[in-house]
């Protein structure tokens, strides 16, 4: 069986943990590539539900390694939190394995996210202030720390005596914040260490034994597409690549590996955080749908920017992705409306724009193009089969298809690994 990576298509949030859940019971491995603790994947089980952070969601299948891969930025305190949380209530993570290649979130980096935001005032990302972003700025520049490292004390010591120099210089005389202290620091994550030993491997060989052996193995993506470094409404984006070629660099496999791509939609769109969002409904339907689906962010709390499905920017991240095949989340949520909003194109100034525009502050001026659809009215929370579905909705996802340009393979219409209709199969 092939790899095959689940994408989040839009700006997070778009129910990849279910997804993921879904599809881990026929793999062998489910592997986490990219961002950190930023993320917030909602997983309901006959255990109850779970909010993962970054332990990989296949983790509730005992027989399905659940691997963190180099592409991710380690808070080994939050880890270690969501490793006890699981193992308190009956879930078993010894099929845990992260990469010794993974970077480290050290103390000065959640430091550093907070203040950096606090100084960029009305221009602020809205990140998640949990230290993601600087841990792969010092990935890039060098300065990072990997998870490896934390079990050779002695070396660990020397790097971070030089590392914490510089970051303290940064605090002391750019910020004006009190240094960080040596020893704390250092007392405690060779503590990190000494719990982290027994999941450290080097993870690419496992990954390439497991798919020579024919089996299954799930990528799972965090954030989402627009969200990309590179190609998300930059600067208003995440650090790192959440696109299914960041899954390749995330994990050390091949892209001949990853035959499978599957994209991540809502059935409307959500964003947290600052950033363009053309068709947001400041309006009571927003409100609507963010009371209705409880839109208010897994890690954070924060509310969800709420709106229109975006076609335009669908058909970009299909493009960016190239999906196999995708996963249309949260339809049961349009259930109460009378009239549904597709966009299909952008304007600017009343000019038709061509494709998604690669600058934050266009984008921001552009105006939705927006085709009404009538909604069904009607419950479809305990459906199960695409035809048995009202004709309105059927239609409305027959028009998502064709505006994003991919087939539909699968709709959630609840939280419940059950509340789901196979249109045609994944694998
Ligand atoms: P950071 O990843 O914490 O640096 O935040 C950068 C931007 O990405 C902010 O707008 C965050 O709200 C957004 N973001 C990061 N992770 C997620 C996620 O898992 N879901 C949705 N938005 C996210």
């Known amino acids: 069986m092939p790899a095959m990576a689940i994408i989040g298509g839009q700006w997070g949030d778009e129910g990849k943990g279910k997804v993921v859940d879904y599809v881990a019971q026929k793999a062998s491995m489910v592997i986490r590539f990219s961002g950190g603790n930023n993320a917030g994947h909602t997983v309901v089980n006959d255990k109850g539900e779970f909010r993962l952070h970054l332990i990989p969601s296949g983790i509730f299948y005992p027989g399905v390694n659940c691997l963190i891969g180099n592409g991710v930025v380690i808070d080994p305190g939050s880890l270690l939190e969501e490793v006890d949380h699981l193992n308190e209530r009956g879930v078993d993570t010894s099929?845990?394995?992260?990469?010794?290649?993974?970077?480290?979130?050290?103390?000065?980096?959640?430091?550093?996210?907070?203040?950096?935001?606090?100084?960029?005032?009305?221009?602020?990302?809205?990140?998640?202030?949990?230290?993601?972003?600087?841990?792969?700025?010092?990935?890039?520049?060098?300065?990072?720390?990997?998870?490896?490292?934390?079990?050779?004390?002695?070396?660990?010591?020397?790097?971070?005596?030089?590392?914490?120099?510089?970051?303290?210089?940064?605090?002391?005389?750019?910020?004006?914040?009190p240094p960080l202290v040596l020893e704390d620091i250092y007392d405690q994550y060779c503590a990190y260490g000494q719990r982290l030993a027994p999941f450290l491997r080097d993870v690419d060989q496992m990954v390439e034994e497991a798919l020579q052996q024919g089996d299954l193995v799930i990528l799972e993506g965090a954030q989402g597409t627009l969200l990309d470094i590179d190609f998300g409404t930059y600067p208003f984006v995440t650090s790192s690549s959440p696109v299914a070629g960041g899954a390749c660099i995330g994990m050390g496999l091949s892209p001949r590996r990853i035959d499978i791509i599957v994209g991540v939609f809502k059935a409307y769109t959500t964003r947290v955080g600052s950033g363009p969002m053309p068709t947001e409904?400041?309006?009571?339907?927003?409100?609507?749908?963010?009371?209705?689906?409880?839109?208010?962010?897994?890690?954070?709390?924060?509310?969800?920017?709420?709106?229109?499905?975006?076609?335009?920017?669908?058909?970009?991240?299909?493009?960016?992705?190239?999906?196999?095949?995708?996963?249309?989340?949260?339809?049961?949520?349009?259930?109460?409306?009378?009239?549904?909003?597709?966009?299909?194109?952008?304007?600017?100034?009343?000019?038709?724009?061509?494709?998604?525009?690669?600058?934050?502050?266009?984008?921001?001026?552009?105006?939705?193009?927006?085709?009404?659809?009538?909604?069904?009215?009607?419950?479809?929370?305990?459906?199960?089969r695409f035809e048995d579905l009202p004709p309105q909705a059927q239609a409305y996802v027959k028009r998502l298809e064709d505006v994003a340009g991919c087939p539909i393979s699968l709709i959630s219409v609840g939280p419940e690994r059950e509340q789901t209709m196979v249109l045609s199969p994944l694998i």
């Open 281 to 384: 409904l400041m309006d009571k339907t927003g409100s609507l749908i963010r009371e209705r689906a409880q839109e208010y962010g897994a890690t954070t709390g924060r509310a969800r920017r709420c709106g229109w499905f975006d076609g335009v920017a669908a058909r970009y991240s299909n493009r960016i992705n190239g999906f196999t095949g995708l996963a249309l989340t949260r339809l049961d949520v349009l259930d109460i409306l009378p009239r549904i909003s597709i966009c299909t194109g952008y304007t600017l100034d009343g000019k038709p724009v061509d494709g998604f525009p690669a600058s934050a502050s266009i984008m921001s001026r552009c105006r939705p193009v927006l085709e009404e659809l009538p909604g069904w009215e009607a419950p479809t929370s305990s459906i199960r």
């Open 95 to 177: 099929h845990l394995v992260i990469s010794n290649r993974a970077h480290i979130i050290m103390p000065y980096h959640t430091l550093l996210d907070g203040i950096e935001e606090d100084a960029r005032g009305d221009d602020a990302l809205g990140t998640t202030r949990r230290g993601v972003g600087p841990a792969y700025v010092d990935k890039t520049a060098r300065l990072g720390i990997r998870a490896g490292e934390l079990l050779d004390k002695k070396d660990f010591l020397d790097r971070l005596r030089f590392v914490l120099n510089n970051k303290n210089q940064l605090l002391t005389k750019i910020y004006g914040a």
